[in-house]
């Protein structure tokens, strides 16, 4: 097992940073029994951490870190069931490439396939289209190793009343060793991407969610433009300028994107502007491939970010309140607004909890202040019934949590009984959680 001793670590977009006594890097289920048997001893606290993407401090701590990386790879495929037993600390990008070499994708995943799959469903990933929930919901069953040291399972089957709390628990219930996923057979999509105007998409919305297997769209902030991205199953081989499209997207949704942020970041009155060029430089696409291949696009320019859930019903309104509050405040951003849909679920902690949903992202470049427009634009997500999205940046503590979710005592009850003394705690879990 590798050890490294007072390492310096920080997050994907370097908002958060911590000095761990240690980092940590188990290779097999046993070593992790070990580690949390000596932490318990030494009573040092344990935070997990997949790939660092989330926004918020939830994987800093000044004691144990401990990282999955040396446990990746899918463990076994059961044609019958559709399922696959994978490692959890396997990143999304080769998970999708060891599925679709054994036949195989999972139904739906997000736009970025950096993180680790245990990561993933911890914090309540998600994709878009209305007929797929976040990742969380292809989970089947869990292997978790607990604060006491024992290996649990867990599922709709066995030991039921703890699965719906553990299918995404930011890690304070114990540690996910092996995830048990559903899968489907490996299918060709087809992927556009195109402009729109603001009035066109969003008197669309109803039309585009329900006839796209996958819509979402980006409007730019200070224009009428959106960029609208739909992809669905298709019999139409793959694409042969995969190379130059990938290319395009390095190029112009990397490199370009990056000189303007930096300009923008030392001379933030470029921001509109910067908008609007953005906006008529929006590509139009089309290319066929995997999912896998597809879902996901380069994401080299960093940034902040903060997103929320709300009914799916009220994407449309909310993005006009959005629309007024920024040209009334003039915030000084550039990064588009980035729409999806996901369906409703029973996960205690999801976002998505008991009712379908649109989820509605924004960020802010690295380096820029971000605080003030955050700050405006959760409270009229809150005013709609928003609940934030756990792997990004919010405001809310404990209190204001549990009147959003109707099942957090339920949670925390788990909590209480599965790592009663904290050891898979740190101050911002503390915040969320009491």
Request: proline content about 4%; charged content about 20%.
């Given at each position: 097992m590798k050890q490294i001793a007072n390492p310096t670590w920080r997050n994907w977009s370097r908002l958060s940073m911590s000095k761990p006594q240690e980092l940590l890097y188990p290779e097999s289920i046993q070593d992790v029994v070990d580690i949390v048997h000596q932490c318990?001893?030494?009573?040092?606290?344990?935070?997990?951490?997949?790939?660092?993407?989330?926004?918020?401090?939830?994987?800093?701590?000044?004691?144990?870190?401990l990282s999955l990386d040396a446990m990746q790879g899918i463990l076994h495929i059961d044609r019958e069931q559709q399922t696959a037993l994978v490692w959890a600390g396997t990143k999304l990008k080769k998970l999708g490439e060891d599925l679709?070499?054994?036949?195989?994708?999972?139904?739906?995943?997000?736009?970025?396939?950096?993180?680790?799959?245990?990561?993933?469903?911890?914090?309540g990933t998600h994709g878009t289209g209305v007929q797929f929930g976040s990742l969380s919901t292809q989970v089947v069953g869990l292997t978790v190793v607990t604060a006491d040291g024992s290996v649990l399972e867990c599922s709709d089957e066995v030991n039921p009343q703890l699965f719906k709390a553990m299918q995404l628990s930011l890690g304070t219930l114990g540690i996910i060793v092996q995830v048990r996923l559903k899968v489907i057979p490996a299918q060709r999509m087809h992927f556009q991407s195109k402009m729109a105007s603001f009035t066109t998409c969003m008197d669309n919305?109803?039309?585009?969610?329900?006839?796209?297997r996958h819509f979402e769209?980006?409007?730019?902030?200070?224009?009428d433009q959106t960029q609208v991205k739909f992809m669905n199953t298709t019999d139409l081989p793959a694409s042969k300028n995969n190379v130059w499209?990938?290319?395009?997207?390095?190029?112009?949704?990397?490199?370009?994107?990056?000189?303007?942020?930096?300009?923008?970041?030392?001379?933030?009155?470029?921001?509109?502007?910067a908008s609007r060029l953005s906006a008529k430089a929006i590509p139009t696409l089309s290319e066929s491939g995997y999912g896998h291949q597809l879902f996901a696009t380069p994401r080299l320019v960093r940034f902040s970010e903060m997103e929320y859930s709300v009914p799916a019903d009220s994407m449309h309104p909310i993005l006009e309140e959005v629309k007024a509050c920024m040209e009334r405040k003039q915030f000084a951003v550039h990064f588009p607004i980035e729409c999806r849909y996901v369906r409703g679920?029973?996960?205690?902690?999801?976002?998505?909890?008991?009712?379908?949903?649109?989820?509605?992202a924004v960020h802010m470049y690295k380096g820029m202040p971000y605080k003030d427009y955050f700050t405006t634009l959760e409270t009229i997500f809150l005013r709609h019934g928003g609940r934030p999205h756990w792997g990004k940046l919010h405001s809310l503590r404990a209190s204001e949590l549990n009147q959003l979710y109707p099942k957090f005592e339920d949670f925390l009850e788990v909590r209480r009984m599965l790592d009663p003394d904290g050891l898979f705690s740190?101050?911002?879990v503390s915040g969320l959680f009491g």
């Open positions: 318990r001893k030494d009573w040092t606290k344990i935070r997990i951490v997949g790939s660092g993407h989330s926004f918020p401090p939830l994987a800093r701590t000044d004691f144990t870190l679709y070499a054994a036949g195989w994708a999972q139904e739906n995943l997000g736009d970025i396939n950096a993180q680790s799959i245990g990561g993933a469903i911890g914090t919305l109803e039309i585009w969610r329900q006839e796209h769209f980006y409007w730019f902030p200070y224009t499209n990938h290319l395009n997207k390095l190029v112009m949704e990397n490199a370009a994107f990056w000189l303007i942020s930096e300009g923008c970041r030392i001379f933030p009155k470029m921001c509109q502007a679920d029973d996960i205690w902690l999801s976002p998505a909890y008991g009712r379908d949903s649109a989820y509605i740190n101050d911002y």
